[in-house]
């Protein structure tokens, strides 16, 4: 072992969860989920593993990209190790035992492969009793479309990133409209670019800033959903 080794397990806290951010800045996979384990076993919730060790510093990447400071090859590994802590996470805050509350469809939309934040959407929404649906990413109109109706699903996710990519929420809402499908779902959208009135200006129902908003966003729905049945 080289000298300078850092042993995660022997940092505090608060050492450990700038560790991580690090690590996860060098795309370090394994100790990502090292860390990982490490915070579940001293009794972290899931949630500010997630949220403190992962998002943050997935953040931290995101800005030194923005700057030109890294490229996409690392940025790939960052996304990879990010992956790879999420999938530990993943059953323990799907672990609810909730009764379903609702379906939803959520998918990244064409031309855009960004899927860790869709992906993080589903993991909190399943967490919650939503039984989610996950089309991946880069999905045409068609699809969305086809899922919806396939699935009988209550909810519409749709995820972009880029500037680029974003308007294309506005191509499936309006081929909703077109096809007289649109009053049937809830449309909720997100992704870093969007904004509040970037999602009325497309007709989706709320824009929803992270998961845990999503997740509130789609239970206030569906339960006005549910009295507008019961008043019939
Ligand atoms: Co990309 N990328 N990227 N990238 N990438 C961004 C988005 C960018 C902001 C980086 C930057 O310049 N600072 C920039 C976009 C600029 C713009 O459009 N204004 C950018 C660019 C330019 C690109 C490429 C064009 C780079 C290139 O090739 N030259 C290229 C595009 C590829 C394509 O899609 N066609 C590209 C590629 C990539 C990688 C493949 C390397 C990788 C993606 C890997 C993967 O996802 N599997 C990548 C990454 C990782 C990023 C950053 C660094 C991180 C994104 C992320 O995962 N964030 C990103 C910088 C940034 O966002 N700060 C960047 C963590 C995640 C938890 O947050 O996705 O925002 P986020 O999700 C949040 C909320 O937004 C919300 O909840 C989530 C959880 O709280 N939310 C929803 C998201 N979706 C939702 C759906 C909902 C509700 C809420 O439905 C109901």
Redesign the pocket.
Known sequence: MAEDEIILSELDDEELVLQMHDDLYDGLKEEIEEGVRILLDRGWAPYDVLTKAL?AG??I??AD??DGILF?PE??L??NAMKAGMAILKPLLAETGAPKVGKMV?GTVK????????N??GMMMEGAGFEVVDLGINNPVEKYIEALEREDADIL???A????TMPYMKVVIDTMKEKGMREDFIV??????LNEEFGKAIGADAY????AV?VQTAKDFMSRKHNKLAAG
């Open positions: 998002v997935m953040t990447v995101g990209f923005r996409v940025v790939l960052a996304a959520i031309g855009d492969i960004h899927d860790i934040g869709k993080l959407v996710g749709m995820s990133l880029l500037t680029t909720l959208v997100g992704g870093a670019p929803c800033r992270d998961a999503a």
